[in-house]
């Protein structure tokens, strides 16, 4: 069940043409956790997210892997929420939740 209290009243209307970096970075960013799977590679740390099968990350330090995956993920999910906003019809209302 959807909680309602969790559901953000920030509402965007899509005009055309997709929203700002700045726009997109206020508008969109939530946060979520993600599982990060790590491992030692020799001297590196390489970690992938099983939710987020296309970022992975790696660092000399177990620190260093888990920033450039937390990263990565970022990067992949503006991607994909940029080309959704890219099919939306015009006037469409953009909203955010939390989940």
């Known amino acids: 069940m959807l909680d309602t209290n969790a559901v953000s009243e920030q509402k965007h ?4 043409g997709l929203p700002s970096r700045t726009e997109s970075s206020t508008f969109m960013r939530m946060r979520n956790r993600y599982t990060a799977v ?6 590196w740390f390489v970690a992938f997210c099983p939710e987020v099968p296309e970022a992975n990350g790696q660092g000399k330090t177990r620190e260093e892997c888990l920033q450039s ?7 992949v999910l503006d991607y994909k929420r940029e080309q959704g906003l890219e099919n939306a019809p015009k006037g469409a209302e953009q909203t955010s939740i939390l989940v």
């Open 38 to 43: 790590v491992q030692r590679d020799g001297k």
């Open 69 to 75: 995956l937390a990263e990565a993920i970022e990067l």
């Open 13 to 16: 209307f899509y005009r055309g």
